[in-house]
């Protein structure tokens, strides 16, 4: 009787630690059980859509028979809960075998003590007949995610940051422009004197939580003003004094709560659209060629008649701003590197940049269509696929001739990019949230002067970087 009642003890204790165990792991067959996968984290709270383009990479590799090659998807119940785990494991010389660049994690940091593994090695080192070929792929955009000659981060799709008003709104103002012109934070005060001097009710940018809010623009304006890889800051300049008091204006004159904008009379104002808005901040989310005329040819679905494309708010007069939409680095302590590195391999593949950027033939995917492909030859078809009439094989039926000079100077814009932020939506990262924001929230509330904030920004900034 003792050794049946043990005999039920032990199968207890294994069926419970298997249960604990199933919290934080997904399903796999019999067939697979026995296999130890590379692994990623995601929160109950929010999984992001690199854990739906994993989804998929798995159902790629079952379908292929390599089961070994799977992503173990590790669930945490709360973000709390998961990036407390992180922080722990990372210090330990631990963690997840892949990370997301979406993860609000000190990625600066972690390059910098060698928590991140040099993704040339692998490319180097692969003796496969689908190796990667670096020349295959945007340069600028893949080049962002290499520091002091190491790869480190791998774009697997990126967007372009510009901002897009009207011509209506702005004759309205006074305003002076031409497509593709480029907003500097020392030239705004002038460009937009008439707006600054009298608003009429009009809201510079929207005030709410979008990328291009007023808050993010706000951050990413800070952000410039900081070199990240040779850890120095320029908050203590005349130039950033000058440019604070324009972007502290704008700030204040932004509080707009819809953020599209609707400059014609043809239909009733509805949730989200404003006739008293500058900057738009649903359009302005940059989009993929294909999708750009698109919306063009439809007056942005009906909202803007006459758009004018702005290059992104900089500092620099010749910038090109973009960022990584969607990002992915190795851990360099993981002990399943070129596992890994199979998946990055399969996101820039051509038949996946394809897919996500809704240019594969007979595609099914409806998501982030708009994001731009870092791979040259899904870059070429996009932009074939925007501006000329195609069969489902992407041949050619007719040239659009008279395709828009709107879409003429964006892609343009593309090719003249020169600045990219690893940081998906360009914004909104761990130093943001960490190190800047209770400075930020108290001199944007005037609970501090602008001196005792450049103080604070400058003191906390180099605090952080040099840690």
């Known amino acids: 009787m003792k050794r049946i009642l043990s005999f039920f003890i032990c199968v207890l204790i294994i069926f419970c630690t298997a249960c604990t165990s199933s919290e934080n792991s997904t399903e796999q067959s019999s067939s697979e059980t026995k296999i130890n996968l590379p692994t990623y984290y995601y929160s109950a709270e929010g999984n992001g859509m690199m854990f739906d383009i994993i989804e998929r990479y798995n159902k790629y590799c079952k379908r292929n028979g390599e089961y070994e090659n799977q992503i173990e998807l590790v669930k945490f119940e709360s973000d709390k809960v998961m ?80 901002m897009i008003s009207s011509e209506n709104i702005l004759e309205k103002f006074g305003v002076k422009y031409s497509q593709g012109d480029l907003l500097t934070y020392g030239t705004l005060g002038e460009k ?12 510079f940018l929207t005030s709410s939580d979008s990328r291009h ?10 952000n410039d003003y900081v070199d990240f890889e040779n850890k120095t800051t ?58 750009i005329e698109r919306l063009y040819r439809s007056n942005f679905v009906g909202h803007i008649e006459k758009p004018v494309i702005f290059n992104g708010m900089s500092r620099a007069q010749n910038s090109g701003k973009a960022y990584m939409q969607y ?28 897919y996500y950027t ?14 731009i492909p870092v791979r040259n030859e899904a870059f070429e078809l996009n932009m074939k696929l925007g501006l000329n009439e195609c069969d489902d094989y992407g041949n050619t039926i ?32 761990y130093y943001d949230l960490n190190v800047l924001k209770s400075n930020v929230d108290d001199y944007l509330d005037g609970k501090i002067s602008k001196e005792k904030f450049i103080r604070q920004l400058t003191s906390s900034t180099e605090i952080y970087l040099k840690e």
């Open 192 to 203: 937009f004197k008439n707006y600054f001097a009298d608003n009429n009710d009009f809201s």
């Open 213 to 222: 809010g007023r808050k993010s623009v706000f951050y990413k304006f800070l």
């Open 358 to 371: 809704g240019s594969l033939s007979g595609s099914d995917y409806v998501g982030d269509t708009s994001a």
């Open 83 to 162: 990036y407390d785990k992180l922080s722990t494991e990372i210090m330990s010389g631990s963690g997840p075998d892949i990370f997301s660049l979406d993860l609000l994690l000190p990625f600066e940091k972690l390059i910098g003590n060698g928590s991140l593994a040099d993704i040339n090695e692998l490319i180097e080192n692969d003796t496969d007949a689908d190796k990667i070929n670096l020349d295959e792929y945007n340069k600028t955009i893949m080049n962002a995610g290499v520091f002091d000659g190491k790869r480190y981060i791998v774009p697997m799709l990126y967007n372009l940051d510009i």
């Open 234 to 291: 320029d908050f203590d300049t005349e130039e950033f004094r000058n440019s604070l008091d324009i972007m502290t204006e704008i700030y204040k004159n932004s509080t707009e709560e819809n953020y599209i904008i609707l400059d014609n009379d043809n239909k009733d104002v509805e949730w989200g659209e404003s006739k008293s808005l500058i900057f738009d901040a649903l359009f302005s989310d940059g989009a993929s060629p294909k999708v």
């Open 327 to 354: 990002a992915v680095a190795i851990n360099n302590n993981s002990k399943h590197k070129e596992t890994a590195f199979k998946f990055i391999k399969y996101l820039l593949s051509e038949r996946t940049q394809e």
């Open 398 to 429: 007719k040239v659009h001739e008279d395709y828009s000079g709107f879409t003429k100077v964006y892609i343009d814009m593309l090719n003249n990019i020169n600045k990219v932020s690893i940081y998906p939506n360009g914004n909104y990262s």
